[in-house]
């Protein structure tokens, strides 16, 4: 279960109300029983419920049973689409193990709003599947193009191209650090767009093979190679 407080030996924890629906009404669990916890910065917790309510409820941390695990410096950025694609990409980035999830706007991309507050929940709820210790943030959506204009020097660019012609960059040897990886909308980049991030130093035009991928696919596809080449 992911918690907002911090988590230490003897800490009370208080329930919300759809916490306190999800534990004693849909997993049927009860004072004295445990069950793991976790902040997103202090590892994984096992906690005692001490109350047990229809609106509310407390648990109490009682020991460490993992160490804080943190995923390597990886952003995500996409161009959202539709709805339930973007929460299979915030799901699979987070399985996948992106510390930071970013909407983008380009050129050709359809949506120009994002509910960041449902995609965050997604998130929380990835990491609770995936029984990992970190939540990563999922930003509100930004223009591609003011972004790369402030891109921080430190950190290199993952650009999936679908228009590339052969294999592109090896990741490897660009070696390790700070990194994000690039997604096109449907649409994939303007000429325009594609211009400007091969001239970029810091971008690495990367193929995910012949055939054009969905946007979600290529998410999946492309944080699996660069954990393949760079992650942890
Ligand atoms: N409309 C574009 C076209 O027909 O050329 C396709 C865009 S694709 C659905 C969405 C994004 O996924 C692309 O912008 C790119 O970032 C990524 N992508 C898909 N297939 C790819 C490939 N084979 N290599 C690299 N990136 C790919």
Known sequence: LYVEQPLGEGQTIPLTREQ????????????GDTLAVFNGRDGEWRAEVRE???RGGTLDAVEQTAPQCDPPDLWLLF?????????FIVEKA???????IMPVQTEFTNSERIRQDRLQAHAVEAAEQCGGTFVPDVSDLQKLDRLL????????????DEALAGPGETL?????????????????FSEAER???HALPFAHAVSLGPRILRADTAAVAALTVWQQALGD
């Open 52 to 54: 047990a309510g229809k």
């Open 172 to 188: 490897g040897q660009a070696g390790g650090g700070k990194w994000a990886i690039l997604i096109g909308p449907e649409g994939g």
């Open 20 to 31: 306190a629906h999800y534990l004693f009404g849909v997993m049927r669990r009860g004072v």
């Open 195 to 197: 211009a400007r991030l």
């Open 149 to 160: 204009a402030d891109w921080p020097e430190d950190r290199q660019l993952m650009f999936c």
């Open 79 to 87: 161009a959202p689409i539709k709805k339930a694609r973007t929460d």
């Open 94 to 100: 987070t399985e996948m193990g992106a510390a930071r």
